[in-house]
């Protein structure tokens, strides 16, 4: 992974052709030199706060060589990959790196290191692909004497398949790629593809509750879980595999989703299906938003969805076309659309994959669904072009940041009966927010991941980056967004996690009961307080900042210490 | 409901036609006069143990005519619906009923019942449709100055339907076929139909995470749950509504299956379908119980399963046959299985709900597989018959009291690959149990509610009561299906839930530290400890107890008192 941003350097896509004509005439651009990030030995690095006593500790936990405090490791897991985590790593800023970088072999070793920092008053925090974009694997010391990650990529082994009951146990560190090249050799996958897909991995996706982009038929990482082996500082829990039981709460439940805040998911056991033999991806045109989203309202509640489902809005649809670059095609395309009354319109994908009998006969029954509810073919053209660059958004926004853009996503996910108001209410808050700096931004948005009772929305959104404030700039849009979907009573997240970003709104979202349950739990499994600190729990809000009615979130452009940070 | 069995007496079938040759012939059961229950009046109760002062205050809370401490109401609410709870209730003993029965009106109103209660120490018990069979709803003392139970059948509104988005929100106390009749006004169902219906509440279902029979197309009902009104003695908790989140841990899942030992249950938002405009419910036959199971897991996991599918083993089958009589019809189908080379197989049900051409379309699917499975199709008398019968067990239950009969049943789930084994062990360990005391029994089983990793199991057990030591011969048999059932790894209940009766297998079931995370959530939400005392969590053995080798369990047949079976 590049330390200041996403992917392999070899592997970066070029800047879709019509980019740069589009960021000029939408977000008044200059087309000015490009701004690098800093290079690696030039990032500010604190020094070290662990004493050489707790690091011969913990190499004796888990052996010398998997304990790393050179520069490298310290930058690499300074952060995750959100826009803030992103702005800051490129201008040189690492001051949240961690101590030290502890790679455990084993779920014992992840517990021996857990109990060892208890005791020692460490911070921990879990670190899987650190593709985090909400601050999920940002070390804060919070207090502590000092702060390690936990990178648990060493966990990288598939245990057990057991192909009749179609469930299969893996070690939490797996990369997605791994983890379904291995499967591959049974035949089987897990169908579970986060855009982040290429560097995140199993305990990650179900530390967040992460939908990959095939959620629609595949099921959220979360519905995929059976079995669960989970190392905290008071122990080991196991959840044991099964279909389903009645005995009592779901503790899995309390696990998956605890973003590192109660322990560490160390295996974790999956339902798998046959991998499918057969793919098949389509574009489809609706006239408006609105006239998509019904349709796939009663597609999904006809049982008859594909197993990826994602509409985009006019704003998205455009701005996907004009990034493409106006070739022949494009002007084809469009002049298509034109003569059939779907000029300005979304541009719906679906997907199936199965059996090629499977597929067609699904295929079939969706599609006759679609076109009732005044959908247009496109045929496989845009489904094969969505399916090429399903992983590259994080590349594009590199390029984006070289310019000069800021660029960020958030989403939220509510009942059918409300996603278009809810639709138009987010627009308007990031709108609202980044117009009123004079930095009017692009919002452009998607729905998808489809429930019986409603979906996701993702919200992408562009404007000229302030260099001077540039994250006031993006929280005073995040925390318009985020105010607004509170209000409208939908979550705050539907797939990214909470994390530091998201943690204020924890208490509109579960109430101060529900926050006393999961503070509960920590003090039972993680009675030190040491797990990844700062994350999903609100930090209460001072009297002086509840007065001024400002945020109680630090910010982390002003205030880049991080122990002033976590305060 | 009879205070002393099932249903209402002019509802009650009569004991089907075959019975009474197979209970002589099967059971060595001698025919002799039936041994009816105790009549109401004649019923021992213990004197009420809440002070005026108190009741005083209840009826402040919830209007005087609402808490009652007549003799029928505290009768009526002394137990619920297991095997130990009819036998004492029969014999005439209600030594455990509550010192007044409470019927809140509102989720106010039980809010304002809960704290006054913790704040007086006086246990309480919620109480739905009373049905459990599993001690959940016998009103505990537990070392508290009284127990109320608290009735929640006033809370029986439906408060709000989102037909767009397919949910619907009820309030607790609602009957399974009230809560149906209003949905049916808005064209709308659950689709939760366990053999309890007719009796027990929507509450009751979420507490205990009920399976319905139809739950593997309709889903079990904790997977219908989306938004929770919960009270608890610390304040109420809600949950809102809506199709997935990644806000953290599923606080839904602690809430729900949580049988009234963290709080009550007031409103849930349940998901909710279509009303099915057709339905065709069909037999088949299979030459084992291995090939049938082997025919609904490839069934299943193709993605191609009726909403309800069940599996009857060779015994069970064999004594379903028998018990229907020797009519001419029977024995022309059995001559036309044996000709088949299914003589001795196994019966399968299988039912589709939906709209006929959903119905036909689906059907088309599972038989295919089911077919190429070794299936040979019975056509639609056994499922109908099925259909017709589907609630009468508990009502055959009682006939099979009144002459004597030790009949219960108990339940669990497992993976596919460890079903068939599975099966065998728990037969072999209630049969050794009840025929090493000199009655043997007969032992049956199906398979039902399908998930594409496993099934559950649910057996069902006749013997020659012991007169003089009816519930510790109960026990035994328990017992040892538990024990088998621990051993093998599969989960102590599928949809019975936990209440009394598998409590002590909880810490095998979820873990030392398991245990530690319910008792944290249960000291935050109801800190005086007055919810439903002894369900759930296992009463930890005392020393001699664990050193004899003895279960914890308080044997309720030989100690009745409240005070010393809850000790």
Known sequence: MRGWGWGEDERAPALPAGAEQLLASELALQRGPAVPPVALDEVSLPDRALPDAVLGRLRSAVGAEHVLDDREARVTHAAGRSYPDLVRLRSGDASSAPDAVVLPGSADQVLAVLKLCSELGVAVTPFGGGTSVVGGVDPLRDGFKGVITLDLTRLDRLLDVDAKSLTATLEAGMMGPAAEAALAEHGLTIGHFPQSFEHSTVGGWLATRSAGQASTGYGRSDELVEGLRFAAPAGELRVAAGPATAAGPALRELLVGSEGVLGVICEATLRVRPAPGHRRYEGWSFRSFEEGAEALRVMEQGEASPDVARLSDEEETRVSFAMSGASGAQRLATRYLSARGHAGGCLAIVGFEGSEDDVERRRQRSSALLRAGG????????????????????????????????????????????????????????????????????????????????????????????????????????????????ASGATITHHHAVGRDHSQWMRAEVGELGLELIRAAKERLDPAGIMNPGKLLPVSPTEAEAEAGRSPRPSRGSSPSPAQSAS
């Open 375 to 486: 959908g247009l073919a496109l045929g496989t053209r845009p489904g094969k072009a969505w399916l090429e660059g399903r992983y590259a958004a994080p590349y594009l926004r590199d390029h984006l940041l070289d310019r000069g853009v800021l660029v960020d996503t958030l989403e939220t996910a509510t009942s059918w009966s409300k996603l278009v108001s809810l639709h138009a209410t987010v627009r308007a808050a990031i709108t609202g927010a980044l117009g009123s700096r004079g930095t009017p931004p692009v919002v452009m948005c998607h729905l998808s991941h489809l429930y019986p009772s409603g979906a996701s929305l993702y919200f992408t959104y562009l404007a000229q980056q302030q260099r001077d404030t540039a994250l006031e700039q993006w929280w005073a849009a995040k925390q318009a967004a985020s105010e607004a979907i509170v």
